[in-house]
């Protein structure tokens, strides 16, 4: 009966270590995630992906498709919510080659709550490393902070 006892309590303990170590990375992150990622870096497939924390796990909340605009893309961000977003910015250089950077964006907009703030700051690390990729990154509380031309002015 002591070895059963004994199972229970490592069963426990490695539950509880799990548990801390989850909490201590950050959020899990579904596959989807960054299946659609790899579909927008290698295959094109889509403009935008915006992610949000549902549940304890970063999760795909929007797919932006191919012809969609960063019109389209600072539509699709929440006004008071926290979300993290990729895109696929293309653009041509002076030398008049076809271009494309792929942008990491914090969206943290000044009317969402502290505790969202919290959340997603310290996830952003650990949720970065799993899209394989990422050439820049922006931060943004505001639609100012990630206008079209600050976008353009980091990809050159």
């Known amino acids: 009966m002591s070895v059963i006892v004994f ?4 069963d426990d303990i ?4 799990t548990i801390k170590a989850n909490a201590a990375s950050g959020m899990a992150v579904h596959d989807d995630c960054k299946l659609k990622f790899f579909e927008l ?3 094109r497939n889509y ?3 915006v992610f ?3 549940n304890q ?3 795909v909340e929007k797919l932006g498709g191919p012809g969609e605009t960063y019109d389209d893309f600072t539509t699709a961000l929440p006004a008071d919510e926290c979300r993290y977003a990729v895109y696929d910015f293309d653009f ?9 950077k792929i942008f990491f964006i914090a969206w943290s907009p000044d009317t969402s709550r502290v505790r969202s703030k919290m ?3 310290s996830s952003k690390d650990r949720f970065k490393r799993e899209l394989d990729g990422i050439q820049f990154e922006l931060q943004a509380t505001d639609p100012s902070e990630m206008s079209l031309d600050i976008v353009r002015g980091r990809a050159f």
């Not at 041509?92 to 494309?100: A, D, G, L, P, R």
């Open 7 to 10: 199972c229970l309590y490592v």
């Open 57 to 59: 796990q970063v999760v």
């Open 41 to 43: 870096k290698a295959k």
């Open 119 to 121: 959340v997603y700051a």
């Open 92 to 100: 041509i250089t002076e030398e008049n080659c076809q271009k494309s």
């Open 14 to 17: 490695l539950n509880l270590v």
């Open 47 to 49: 403009r935008f992906i």
């Open 52 to 54: 949000k924390i549902d």
